[in-house]
Protein backbone atom coordinates (compact mmCIF):
# COMPACT_ATOMS: atom_id res chain seq x y z
CA UNK A 1 0.00 0.00 0.00
CA UNK A 2 2.72 2.54 1.35
CA UNK A 3 4.59 1.11 -2.22
CA UNK A 4 1.70 1.89 -4.38
CA UNK A 5 1.44 5.60 -2.87
CA UNK A 6 5.33 6.53 -3.20
CA UNK A 7 4.98 5.71 -7.42
CA UNK A 8 1.76 7.68 -7.93
CA UNK A 9 3.57 10.31 -5.92
CA UNK A 10 7.03 9.96 -8.29
CA UNK A 11 4.69 9.58 -11.44
CA UNK A 12 3.42 13.19 -10.53
CA UNK A 13 6.49 14.39 -10.41
CA UNK A 14 7.41 13.12 -13.27
CA UNK A 15 4.47 14.35 -15.02
CA UNK A 16 5.29 17.57 -13.48
CA UNK A 17 8.62 17.64 -14.59
CA UNK A 18 7.38 16.49 -18.14
CA UNK A 19 4.89 19.78 -18.41
CA UNK A 20 7.77 22.04 -17.40
CA UNK A 21 9.69 20.30 -20.20
CA UNK A 22 7.11 20.83 -22.77
CA UNK A 23 6.71 24.24 -21.42
CA UNK A 24 10.27 25.09 -22.08
CA UNK A 25 10.84 23.63 -25.55
CA UNK A 26 7.63 25.74 -26.80
CA UNK A 27 9.57 28.44 -25.39
CA UNK A 28 12.23 27.64 -27.00
CA UNK A 29 10.61 27.05 -30.36
CA UNK A 30 8.96 30.35 -29.80
CA UNK A 31 12.62 32.03 -29.71
CA UNK A 32 13.58 30.61 -32.55
CA UNK A 33 10.58 31.69 -34.51
CA UNK A 34 11.13 34.96 -33.75
CA UNK A 35 14.69 35.20 -34.00
CA UNK A 36 14.01 33.34 -38.12
CA UNK A 37 11.54 36.01 -38.74
CA UNK A 38 13.67 38.64 -37.74
CA UNK A 39 15.79 37.28 -39.45
CA UNK A 40 13.77 37.30 -42.24
CA UNK A 41 12.46 40.46 -42.04
CA UNK A 42 16.06 41.95 -41.99
CA UNK A 43 16.86 40.04 -45.15
CA UNK A 44 13.57 41.29 -46.96
CA UNK A 45 14.80 44.78 -46.22
CA UNK A 46 18.40 44.07 -47.34
CA UNK A 47 17.28 42.62 -50.35
CA UNK A 48 15.55 45.59 -50.60
CA UNK A 49 17.95 48.13 -50.25
CA UNK A 50 20.65 46.06 -52.65
CA UNK A 51 17.79 45.32 -55.66
CA UNK A 52 19.28 46.06 -58.82
CA UNK A 53 22.95 46.18 -57.70
CA UNK A 54 24.31 42.88 -58.38
CA UNK A 55 21.88 40.26 -59.78
CA UNK A 56 23.96 37.23 -58.24
CA UNK A 57 23.45 39.15 -54.94
CA UNK A 58 19.79 39.98 -55.78
CA UNK A 59 19.29 36.10 -56.26
CA UNK A 60 21.26 34.83 -53.07
CA UNK A 61 18.88 36.98 -51.02
CA UNK A 62 16.10 35.85 -52.70
CA UNK A 63 16.92 32.21 -52.15
CA UNK A 64 17.64 33.09 -48.47
CA UNK A 65 14.56 34.54 -48.07
CA UNK A 66 12.60 31.04 -49.68
CA UNK A 67 15.16 28.91 -46.75
CA UNK A 68 14.70 30.62 -43.75
CA UNK A 69 11.23 29.71 -43.62
CA UNK A 70 11.88 25.93 -43.74
CA UNK A 71 15.49 26.05 -41.43
CA UNK A 72 14.67 24.48 -38.10
CA UNK A 73 17.78 26.37 -36.63
CA UNK A 74 18.94 29.62 -37.43
CA UNK A 75 22.88 28.15 -37.65
CA UNK A 76 21.80 25.72 -40.61
CA UNK A 77 21.22 29.26 -42.52
CA UNK A 78 24.79 30.21 -41.20
CA UNK A 79 26.31 28.99 -44.93
CA UNK A 80 24.68 31.00 -47.04
CA UNK A 81 24.60 34.14 -44.67
CA UNK A 82 28.18 33.78 -44.63
CA UNK A 83 28.24 33.55 -48.74
CA UNK A 84 25.72 37.07 -48.80
CA UNK A 85 28.06 38.73 -46.63
CA UNK A 86 30.96 37.83 -49.08
CA UNK A 87 28.75 39.50 -51.96
CA UNK A 88 28.20 42.31 -49.80
CA UNK A 89 31.75 43.12 -49.59
CA UNK A 90 32.59 42.81 -53.20
CA UNK A 91 29.34 45.24 -53.49
CA UNK A 92 30.64 47.74 -51.33
CA UNK A 93 34.35 47.95 -52.88
CA UNK A 94 32.68 48.31 -56.67
CA UNK A 95 30.31 51.08 -55.10
CA UNK A 96 33.56 52.89 -53.98
CA UNK A 97 35.13 52.56 -57.42
CA UNK A 98 32.11 53.68 -59.29
CA UNK A 99 31.78 56.32 -56.93
CA UNK A 100 35.25 57.54 -57.60
CA UNK A 101 34.82 57.12 -61.31
CA UNK A 102 31.28 59.08 -60.77
CA UNK A 103 33.31 61.91 -59.43
CA UNK A 104 35.85 61.79 -62.03
CA UNK A 105 33.23 62.37 -64.18
CA UNK A 106 31.61 65.06 -62.39
CA UNK A 107 35.29 66.92 -62.28
CA UNK A 108 35.12 66.44 -66.13
CA UNK A 109 31.85 68.11 -66.72
CA UNK A 110 32.66 70.60 -64.63
CA UNK A 111 35.45 71.60 -66.22
CA UNK A 112 33.07 71.78 -69.22
CA UNK A 113 30.85 74.27 -67.49
CA UNK A 114 33.96 76.41 -66.43
CA UNK A 115 34.67 76.95 -69.87
CA UNK A 116 31.38 78.41 -70.85
CA UNK A 117 32.27 82.24 -71.22
CA UNK A 118 28.67 83.61 -71.26
CA UNK A 119 27.62 82.13 -67.88
CA UNK A 120 26.75 84.97 -64.90
CA UNK A 121 29.36 85.60 -62.92
CA UNK A 122 27.78 84.84 -59.76
CA UNK A 123 27.38 81.07 -61.55
CA UNK A 124 31.20 80.89 -62.51
CA UNK A 125 32.15 81.50 -58.67
CA UNK A 126 29.25 78.61 -57.47
CA UNK A 127 31.42 76.14 -60.47
CA UNK A 128 34.06 76.99 -58.32
CA UNK A 129 33.53 76.52 -54.84
CA UNK A 130 31.91 73.32 -56.34
CA UNK A 131 34.52 71.76 -57.82
CA UNK A 132 37.01 72.56 -55.06
CA UNK A 133 34.40 70.48 -52.90
CA UNK A 134 34.54 67.60 -55.56
CA UNK A 135 38.74 67.17 -54.26
CA UNK A 136 37.26 65.40 -51.57
CA UNK A 137 35.80 61.78 -52.62
CA UNK A 138 32.50 60.51 -51.64
CA UNK A 139 31.95 57.42 -49.12
CA UNK A 140 28.54 57.12 -50.19
CA UNK A 141 26.14 57.30 -53.13
CA UNK A 142 24.17 59.89 -50.87
CA UNK A 143 27.09 62.42 -51.21
CA UNK A 144 26.82 62.27 -55.06
CA UNK A 145 23.09 62.21 -55.58
CA UNK A 146 23.11 66.17 -54.53
CA UNK A 147 26.44 66.92 -56.14
CA UNK A 148 24.62 65.58 -59.40
CA UNK A 149 21.87 67.49 -58.72
CA UNK A 150 23.73 70.64 -58.32
CA UNK A 151 25.72 70.23 -61.69
CA UNK A 152 22.09 69.62 -63.57
CA UNK A 153 21.52 72.82 -61.91
CA UNK A 154 24.33 74.98 -63.38
CA UNK A 155 23.49 73.41 -66.69
CA UNK A 156 19.44 74.72 -66.11
CA UNK A 157 20.51 77.84 -65.51
CA UNK A 158 22.94 78.32 -68.61
CA UNK A 159 20.22 76.71 -70.84
CA UNK A 160 17.79 79.36 -69.86
CA UNK A 161 20.29 81.87 -70.36
CA UNK A 162 21.08 80.94 -73.86
CA UNK A 163 17.65 80.08 -74.49
CA UNK A 164 16.58 83.69 -73.35
CA UNK A 165 19.19 85.24 -75.72
CA UNK A 166 17.96 83.08 -78.86
CA UNK A 167 14.71 84.54 -78.32
CA UNK A 168 15.45 87.97 -78.30
CA UNK A 169 17.03 87.01 -82.30
CA UNK A 170 13.54 86.25 -82.79
CA UNK A 171 12.17 89.86 -83.26
CA UNK A 172 15.38 91.28 -84.07
CA UNK A 173 14.56 93.40 -87.05
CA UNK A 174 16.82 91.96 -89.62
CA UNK A 175 14.64 89.29 -89.26
CA UNK A 176 11.72 90.97 -90.08
CA UNK A 177 13.49 92.64 -93.25
CA UNK A 178 14.50 89.40 -94.67
CA UNK A 179 10.95 88.33 -94.62
CA UNK A 180 9.97 91.34 -95.91
CA UNK A 181 12.26 90.83 -98.81
CA UNK A 182 11.24 87.34 -99.06
CA UNK A 183 7.58 88.70 -99.07
CA UNK A 184 8.68 91.01 -102.42
CA UNK A 185 10.55 88.22 -104.20
CA UNK A 186 7.18 85.77 -104.27
CA UNK A 187 5.48 88.48 -105.43
CA UNK A 188 7.38 89.22 -108.34
CA UNK A 189 7.74 84.80 -109.17
CA UNK A 190 5.08 83.57 -111.05
CA UNK A 191 4.21 80.19 -109.56
CA UNK A 192 1.70 77.45 -111.07
CA UNK A 193 -1.89 77.59 -110.15
CA UNK A 194 -1.42 74.51 -107.93
CA UNK A 195 1.17 76.11 -106.04
CA UNK A 196 -0.52 79.37 -105.16
CA UNK A 197 -2.88 78.68 -102.19
CA UNK A 198 0.70 77.24 -100.93
CA UNK A 199 2.22 81.01 -101.92
CA UNK A 200 -0.42 82.75 -100.71
CA UNK A 201 0.15 81.17 -96.59
CA UNK A 202 3.84 81.96 -96.82
CA UNK A 203 2.81 85.51 -97.27
CA UNK A 204 0.44 85.53 -95.24
CA UNK A 205 3.02 83.73 -92.07
CA UNK A 206 5.71 86.93 -93.66
CA UNK A 207 3.53 89.77 -93.16
CA UNK A 208 3.68 89.08 -89.20
CA UNK A 209 5.49 89.25 -86.78
CA UNK A 210 7.66 86.31 -87.76
CA UNK A 211 9.69 84.05 -85.89
CA UNK A 212 13.18 82.28 -87.36
CA UNK A 213 12.11 79.49 -87.53
CA UNK A 214 9.20 80.31 -89.60
CA UNK A 215 11.15 82.28 -91.79
CA UNK A 216 13.51 79.56 -92.44
CA UNK A 217 10.67 77.12 -93.18
CA UNK A 218 9.26 80.09 -95.66
CA UNK A 219 12.77 79.81 -97.50
CA UNK A 220 12.72 76.62 -97.29
CA UNK A 221 9.35 76.01 -98.96
CA UNK A 222 9.66 78.65 -101.41
CA UNK A 223 12.91 76.91 -102.99
CA UNK A 224 11.65 73.49 -103.00
CA UNK A 225 8.85 74.81 -104.88
CA UNK A 226 11.21 76.79 -107.48
CA UNK A 227 13.30 73.83 -108.07
CA UNK A 228 10.20 71.53 -108.71
CA UNK A 229 9.37 74.81 -111.27
CA UNK A 230 13.30 73.94 -112.45
CA UNK A 231 12.94 70.27 -113.01
CA UNK A 232 9.53 70.60 -114.72
CA UNK A 233 10.95 72.80 -117.23
CA UNK A 234 14.16 70.71 -117.23
CA UNK A 235 12.14 67.52 -118.20
CA UNK A 236 9.67 69.67 -120.71
CA UNK A 237 13.09 71.07 -122.51
CA UNK A 238 14.56 67.13 -122.44
CA UNK A 239 11.06 66.09 -123.93
CA UNK A 240 11.52 68.79 -126.78
CA UNK A 241 15.25 67.25 -127.14
CA UNK A 242 14.57 63.76 -127.12
CA UNK A 243 11.42 64.02 -129.89
CA UNK A 244 14.22 66.51 -131.70
CA UNK A 245 16.99 63.82 -131.67
CA UNK A 246 14.32 60.88 -132.75
CA UNK A 247 12.77 63.01 -135.88
CA UNK A 248 16.48 63.43 -136.91
CA UNK A 249 17.78 60.07 -136.59
CA UNK A 250 14.85 58.72 -138.63
CA UNK A 251 15.41 61.21 -141.31
CA UNK A 252 19.28 60.32 -141.45
CA UNK A 253 18.19 56.68 -141.80
CA UNK A 254 16.00 57.55 -144.78
CA UNK A 255 18.32 59.71 -146.35
CA UNK A 256 21.27 57.06 -145.85
CA UNK A 257 18.92 54.51 -147.54
CA UNK A 258 17.63 56.52 -150.41
CA UNK A 259 21.27 57.27 -150.83
CA UNK A 260 22.15 53.66 -150.73
CA UNK A 261 19.39 52.92 -153.06
CA UNK A 262 20.56 55.44 -155.30
CA UNK A 263 24.44 54.16 -155.83
CA UNK A 264 22.98 50.74 -156.88
CA UNK A 265 20.37 51.76 -159.21
CA UNK A 266 22.87 54.01 -160.65
CA UNK A 267 25.35 51.04 -161.64
CA UNK A 268 22.47 49.10 -162.48
CA UNK A 269 21.36 52.29 -165.17
CA UNK A 270 24.90 52.65 -166.38
CA UNK A 271 24.90 48.31 -166.87
CA UNK A 272 21.35 49.27 -169.36
CA UNK A 273 22.90 52.10 -170.85
CA UNK A 274 25.91 50.35 -171.78
CA UNK A 275 23.33 47.61 -173.09
CA UNK A 276 21.32 49.80 -175.10
CA UNK A 277 24.60 51.16 -176.50
CA UNK A 278 26.14 47.37 -177.21
CA UNK A 279 22.37 46.75 -179.12
CA UNK A 280 23.35 50.02 -181.09
CA UNK A 281 26.57 49.52 -181.90
CA UNK A 282 25.51 46.11 -183.26
CA UNK A 283 22.82 47.93 -185.53
CA UNK A 284 25.19 50.21 -186.98
CA UNK A 285 27.96 47.38 -188.22
CA UNK A 286 24.62 45.49 -189.17
CA UNK A 287 24.09 48.11 -191.41
CA UNK A 288 27.16 48.84 -192.82
CA UNK A 289 28.32 44.86 -193.19
CA UNK A 290 25.46 43.00 -193.91
CA UNK A 291 24.83 43.47 -198.07
CA UNK A 292 20.72 41.35 -197.79
CA UNK A 293 18.25 43.85 -197.19
CA UNK A 294 16.33 40.32 -195.71
CA UNK A 295 19.08 39.55 -193.75
CA UNK A 296 19.83 43.08 -192.70
CA UNK A 297 15.69 43.68 -191.44
CA UNK A 298 15.79 40.31 -189.26
CA UNK A 299 18.93 41.34 -187.42
CA UNK A 300 17.55 44.97 -186.93
CA UNK A 301 14.34 43.62 -185.69
CA UNK A 302 16.17 41.38 -183.31
CA UNK A 303 18.50 44.41 -181.90
CA UNK A 304 15.71 47.01 -181.73
CA UNK A 305 13.68 44.57 -179.80
CA UNK A 306 16.68 43.80 -177.47
CA UNK A 307 17.07 47.24 -177.23
CA UNK A 308 13.04 47.66 -176.55
CA UNK A 309 13.33 45.38 -174.00
CA UNK A 310 16.68 46.49 -172.11
CA UNK A 311 14.63 50.16 -172.30
CA UNK A 312 11.28 48.80 -170.42
CA UNK A 313 13.83 47.21 -167.74
CA UNK A 314 15.37 50.46 -167.72
CA UNK A 315 11.63 52.45 -167.32
CA UNK A 316 10.79 50.09 -164.47
CA UNK A 317 13.82 50.78 -162.31
CA UNK A 318 13.41 54.45 -163.18
CA UNK A 319 9.40 54.10 -162.02
CA UNK A 320 10.49 51.60 -158.63
CA UNK A 321 13.28 54.58 -158.13
CA UNK A 322 10.47 57.06 -158.25
CA UNK A 323 8.16 55.47 -156.09
CA UNK A 324 10.65 54.87 -153.26
CA UNK A 325 11.89 58.32 -153.69
CA UNK A 326 8.54 59.51 -153.13
CA UNK A 327 8.23 57.10 -149.98
CA UNK A 328 11.41 58.38 -148.43
CA UNK A 329 10.07 62.02 -149.01
CA UNK A 330 6.67 61.18 -147.62
CA UNK A 331 7.93 59.98 -144.33
CA UNK A 332 10.55 62.63 -144.56
CA UNK A 333 7.91 65.00 -144.39
CA UNK A 334 5.97 63.06 -141.78
CA UNK A 335 8.77 63.47 -139.51
CA UNK A 336 9.78 66.69 -140.44
CA UNK A 337 5.79 68.16 -139.61
CA UNK A 338 6.02 66.29 -136.18
CA UNK A 339 8.73 68.07 -135.71
CA UNK A 340 7.72 71.66 -136.51
CA UNK A 341 4.59 70.35 -134.27
CA UNK A 342 6.60 70.16 -130.81
CA UNK A 343 9.06 72.83 -131.76
CA UNK A 344 6.06 75.23 -132.03
CA UNK A 345 4.37 73.71 -128.62
CA UNK A 346 7.49 74.35 -127.00
CA UNK A 347 8.06 77.90 -128.50
CA UNK A 348 4.46 78.64 -127.26
CA UNK A 349 5.81 76.98 -123.82
CA UNK A 350 8.57 79.93 -123.93
CA UNK A 351 6.58 82.30 -125.22
CA UNK A 352 3.80 82.01 -122.22
CA UNK A 353 6.59 81.62 -119.62
CA UNK A 354 7.97 84.67 -121.13
CA UNK A 355 5.10 86.55 -120.71
CA UNK A 356 4.33 84.93 -117.56
CA UNK A 357 8.01 86.07 -115.91
CA UNK A 358 6.79 89.58 -117.07
CA UNK A 359 3.47 89.81 -115.18
CA UNK A 360 2.61 90.27 -111.60
CA UNK A 361 1.28 86.88 -110.33
CA UNK A 362 -1.22 88.68 -107.94
CA UNK A 363 -2.53 91.19 -109.86
CA UNK A 364 -1.93 90.17 -113.24
CA UNK A 365 -0.57 93.31 -113.76
CA UNK A 366 3.02 94.01 -115.97
CA UNK A 367 5.87 93.59 -113.61
CA UNK A 368 8.79 95.32 -112.99
CA UNK A 369 11.02 93.81 -115.70
CA UNK A 370 8.15 94.32 -117.99
CA UNK A 371 8.09 98.12 -116.82
CA UNK A 372 12.07 98.58 -117.53
CA UNK A 373 11.90 96.90 -121.09
CA UNK A 374 8.46 99.33 -121.59
CA UNK A 375 10.03 102.36 -120.09
CA UNK A 376 13.32 101.50 -122.32
CA UNK A 377 10.95 101.37 -125.73
CA UNK A 378 9.03 104.34 -124.18
CA UNK A 379 11.99 106.32 -123.96
CA UNK A 380 13.29 105.42 -127.38
CA UNK A 381 10.16 106.63 -129.00
CA UNK A 382 10.62 109.99 -127.25
CA UNK A 383 14.08 110.19 -128.30
CA UNK A 384 13.07 109.56 -131.97
CA UNK A 385 9.61 111.58 -132.00
CA UNK A 386 10.20 113.92 -128.81
CA UNK A 387 6.67 113.63 -128.21
CA UNK A 388 5.75 114.05 -124.49
CA UNK A 389 6.44 111.33 -122.39
CA UNK A 390 5.18 110.76 -118.79
CA UNK A 391 6.27 109.05 -115.63
CA UNK A 392 3.59 108.70 -112.95
CA UNK A 393 3.46 106.54 -109.39
CA UNK A 394 0.98 105.56 -107.52
CA UNK A 395 0.86 104.55 -104.12
CA UNK A 396 -1.68 103.30 -101.85
CA UNK A 397 -2.34 105.29 -98.98
CA UNK A 398 -2.21 103.70 -95.51
CA UNK A 399 -2.33 100.53 -97.04
CA UNK A 400 -0.63 98.98 -93.96
CA UNK A 401 -3.60 99.68 -91.99
CA UNK A 402 -5.96 97.96 -94.33
CA UNK A 403 -3.76 94.56 -93.84
CA UNK A 404 -3.51 94.95 -90.21
CA UNK A 405 -6.79 95.94 -89.44
CA UNK A 406 -8.75 93.17 -92.24
CA UNK A 407 -5.83 90.46 -92.79
CA UNK A 408 -3.26 89.93 -95.55
CA UNK A 409 -5.86 88.56 -97.78
CA UNK A 410 -8.06 91.60 -97.51
CA UNK A 411 -4.95 93.31 -98.10
CA UNK A 412 -4.25 90.94 -101.61
CA UNK A 413 -7.97 91.36 -103.11
CA UNK A 414 -7.82 95.22 -102.56
CA UNK A 415 -4.36 95.24 -104.42
CA UNK A 416 -6.24 93.21 -107.16
CA UNK A 417 -9.26 95.51 -107.37
CA UNK A 418 -6.97 98.88 -107.59
CA UNK A 419 -4.65 97.56 -110.02
CA UNK A 420 -7.92 96.63 -112.62
CA UNK A 421 -9.12 99.79 -111.78
CA UNK A 422 -5.81 101.51 -112.87
CA UNK A 423 -5.42 99.29 -115.70
CA UNK A 424 -9.37 100.29 -116.96
CA UNK A 425 -8.86 104.10 -116.53
CA UNK A 426 -5.75 103.97 -119.26
CA UNK A 427 -5.83 104.25 -122.87
CA UNK A 428 -4.57 101.43 -125.20
CA UNK A 429 -1.42 102.93 -125.63
CA UNK A 430 -0.98 103.69 -121.75
CA UNK A 431 0.66 101.33 -119.58
CA UNK A 432 0.34 100.53 -116.21
CA UNK A 433 2.61 98.18 -113.93
CA UNK A 434 2.97 96.73 -110.43
CA UNK A 435 6.62 98.48 -109.26
CA UNK A 436 6.09 96.17 -106.12
CA UNK A 437 4.58 96.28 -102.46
CA UNK A 438 1.36 98.77 -103.01
CA UNK A 439 3.23 101.11 -105.66
CA UNK A 440 2.50 101.22 -109.03
CA UNK A 441 4.27 102.30 -111.83
CA UNK A 442 2.22 104.41 -115.10
CA UNK A 443 3.89 105.63 -118.40
CA UNK A 444 1.76 107.85 -120.92
CA UNK A 445 2.87 109.06 -124.17
CA UNK A 446 1.49 111.71 -126.36
CA UNK A 447 -0.29 113.72 -123.09
CA UNK A 448 0.00 117.73 -123.08
CA UNK A 449 1.27 119.26 -119.74
CA UNK A 450 -2.04 120.76 -119.46
CA UNK A 451 -4.11 117.55 -119.39
CA UNK A 452 -1.88 115.51 -117.06
CA UNK A 453 -3.35 116.86 -114.04
CA UNK A 454 -6.57 116.45 -114.99
CA UNK A 455 -5.65 112.38 -116.15
CA UNK A 456 -4.05 111.44 -112.82
CA UNK A 457 -7.06 113.25 -110.83
CA UNK A 458 -9.37 111.15 -112.77
CA UNK A 459 -7.36 108.23 -111.84
CA UNK A 460 -7.09 109.03 -108.41
CA UNK A 461 -11.05 109.47 -107.92
CA UNK A 462 -11.69 106.65 -109.46
CA UNK A 463 -9.83 104.59 -107.27
CA UNK A 464 -11.18 106.48 -104.53
CA UNK A 465 -14.77 105.78 -105.37
CA UNK A 466 -14.45 102.39 -105.39
CA UNK A 467 -16.94 100.53 -102.97
CA UNK A 468 -15.03 98.01 -100.42
CA UNK A 469 -16.59 96.82 -98.30
CA UNK A 470 -14.71 94.48 -95.12
CA UNK A 471 -16.28 92.97 -92.62
CA UNK A 472 -19.13 94.72 -93.76
CA UNK A 473 -17.48 98.02 -92.84
CA UNK A 474 -17.51 100.65 -95.72
CA UNK A 475 -13.70 101.93 -96.91
CA UNK A 476 -12.62 104.04 -98.88
CA UNK A 477 -9.26 103.27 -100.18
CA UNK A 478 -7.28 106.82 -101.77
CA UNK A 479 -4.06 106.89 -103.65
CA UNK A 480 -1.14 109.41 -103.55
CA UNK A 481 0.79 110.07 -106.85
CA UNK A 482 3.34 111.47 -108.13
CA UNK A 483 3.55 112.97 -111.49
CA UNK A 484 7.13 114.04 -114.17
CA UNK A 485 8.03 114.56 -117.54
CA UNK A 486 10.52 113.10 -119.54
CA UNK A 487 12.58 116.80 -120.56
CA UNK A 488 15.75 117.49 -122.67
CA UNK A 489 17.80 114.80 -122.55
CA UNK A 490 17.24 113.22 -119.60
CA UNK A 491 17.64 109.71 -118.57
CA UNK A 492 14.16 108.41 -118.04
CA UNK A 493 15.17 107.18 -114.59
CA UNK A 494 15.83 110.65 -113.65
CA UNK A 495 12.43 111.23 -114.39
CA UNK A 496 11.49 108.21 -112.51
CA UNK A 497 13.27 110.10 -109.86
CA UNK A 498 11.58 112.96 -109.68
CA UNK A 499 7.80 111.45 -109.77
CA UNK A 500 9.25 109.37 -106.37
CA UNK A 501 10.02 113.28 -104.96
CA UNK A 502 6.29 114.27 -106.06
CA UNK A 503 5.12 111.26 -104.82
CA UNK A 504 6.84 111.74 -101.35
CA UNK A 505 5.76 115.33 -101.60
CA UNK A 506 1.88 114.00 -102.00
CA UNK A 507 2.08 111.40 -99.16
CA UNK A 508 3.47 114.29 -97.17
CA UNK A 509 0.48 116.93 -97.95
CA UNK A 510 -1.81 114.84 -96.52
CA UNK A 511 -2.09 111.89 -99.30
CA UNK A 512 -4.94 111.40 -101.60
CA UNK A 513 -3.63 113.76 -103.92
CA UNK A 514 -1.79 113.98 -107.46
CA UNK A 515 1.76 116.22 -107.18
CA UNK A 516 3.57 117.32 -110.87
CA UNK A 517 7.04 118.19 -110.77
CA UNK A 518 7.14 121.21 -112.63
N1 LIG B 1 -1.63 92.23 -98.68
C1 LIG B 1 -0.46 92.60 -99.20
N2 LIG B 1 0.27 93.53 -98.58
C2 LIG B 1 1.43 93.91 -99.13
C3 LIG B 1 1.93 93.33 -100.31
N3 LIG B 1 3.12 93.93 -100.60
C4 LIG B 1 3.35 94.83 -99.62
N4 LIG B 1 2.34 94.84 -98.73
C5 LIG B 1 2.18 95.63 -97.49
O1 LIG B 1 2.03 96.99 -97.81
C6 LIG B 1 2.32 97.72 -96.64
C7 LIG B 1 3.04 99.00 -97.03
O2 LIG B 1 3.15 99.72 -95.86
P1 LIG B 1 3.90 101.12 -95.79
O3 LIG B 1 5.09 101.12 -96.71
O4 LIG B 1 4.15 101.40 -94.36
O5 LIG B 1 2.91 102.15 -96.42
P2 LIG B 1 1.39 102.51 -96.12
O6 LIG B 1 0.83 101.82 -94.93
O7 LIG B 1 0.63 102.29 -97.39
O8 LIG B 1 1.48 104.02 -95.77
P3 LIG B 1 1.74 105.25 -96.76
O9 LIG B 1 2.30 104.71 -98.06
O10 LIG B 1 2.73 106.10 -96.05
O11 LIG B 1 0.43 105.90 -96.96
C8 LIG B 1 3.17 96.81 -95.75
O12 LIG B 1 2.40 96.46 -94.62
C9 LIG B 1 3.40 95.59 -96.61
O13 LIG B 1 3.42 94.40 -95.83
C10 LIG B 1 1.15 92.32 -100.94
O14 LIG B 1 1.49 91.76 -101.98
N5 LIG B 1 -0.05 91.99 -100.36
Not at 133 to 150: A, G, S
Not at 269 to 288: F, M, P, S
Request: proline share 2%; aromatic share 6%.
Amino acid sequence: MKDSGATVSQLALLQQKLHSAKAALDEVNEDRHAKLQILLQFISHLSLACKGQNLELDNKLAKLRHNLNTFERVDEALPELVDVERLLKGQYYNAMVQLEESRACLTRVIRQLQRVKSAPEKLKKEINYFKQDLDKPFHTLWEYIPKVKQIIGFYETILQQQFGESEKLDVQPKHQQLAHELAQMVSEIEFRKDQREQVLQIKEVLASEVEIDCLLDAYHTILALLLDNIAREKSASQEFLFALNDALAAVREVVSESYNRNQRSFLLKAQLNREINTYVDNVGEAIIETEDIVALKAQLTTQLSSIRSTLSRKEALEQRDQALLLKSMETMRKELNELSYEANTYKERLFEQQKLNLLDSLTQLPNRAALEERMDMEYRNYQRHKTPLWVAIADIDHFKAINDSFGHSTGDKTLQVIAMALKNSLRESEFVARYGGEEFVLLLPDVAPADIAQLLNRVREKIKNIPFKFKNQRITVTVSIGAAQVIGSELINETFERADAALYKAKHESRDRVVIDV
